[in-house]
């Protein structure tokens, strides 16, 4: 007998599946031709605006923080150097997701029709 291991992943029966994934509460707005959510959330798109606008925000924070720190304003380096790296890794976390991005997008353009 093999113990029941809770790490053991167990396909779903495919008519399961394709129940749950009718349950979800996503319909296209034909006005908009995107995806939103019944319940007011927010589509691809916003979220995606959203977070060039946040990682804009941050890159524009650390320039002020190195400027103050250049000019005399501010002395703490530590909290110019926080500032900068915050900006970095939001910079790469946003690139590396463009590329997931432009890599599904010319996954799909290869489908064949």
């Given at each position: 007998?093999?113990?029941?291991?809770?790490?053991?992943?167990?396909?779903?029966?495919?008519?399961?599946?394709?129940?749950?994934l009718q349950e979800l509460p996503r319909e296209i707005e034909p006005?908009?031709?995107?995806?939103?959510?019944?319940?007011?959330?927010?589509?691809?798109?916003?979220?995606?605006?959203?977070?060039?606008?946040?990682?804009?925000?941050?890159?524009?924070?650390?320039?002020?923080?190195?400027?103050?720190?250049?000019?005399?304003?501010?002395?703490?380096?530590?909290?110019?150097?926080?500032?900068?790296?915050?900006?970095s890794l939001s910079f790469q976390l946003m690139t590396q997701v463009?590329?997931?991005?432009?890599q599904a997008y010319e996954e799909v353009m290869r489908m064949p029709?």
């Amino acid at each position: 007998m093999v113990p029941n291991n809770p790490m053991t992943i167990r396909p779903l029966p495919v008519r399961e599946g394709q129940g749950r994934l009718q349950e979800l509460p996503r319909e296209i707005e034909p006005s908009k031709g995107r995806a939103v959510a019944e319940e007011g959330g927010r589509s691809f798109l916003e979220t995606l605006e959203a977070s060039i606008q946040e990682v804009n925000r941050l890159q524009q924070e650390a320039d002020r923080a190195i400027q103050d720190l250049v000019t005399g304003e501010s002395s703490d380096v530590a909290q110019t150097m926080i500032a900068v790296q915050k900006a970095s890794l939001s910079f790469q976390l946003m690139t590396q997701v463009r590329n997931k991005i432009v890599q599904a997008y010319e996954e799909v353009m290869r489908m064949p029709v």
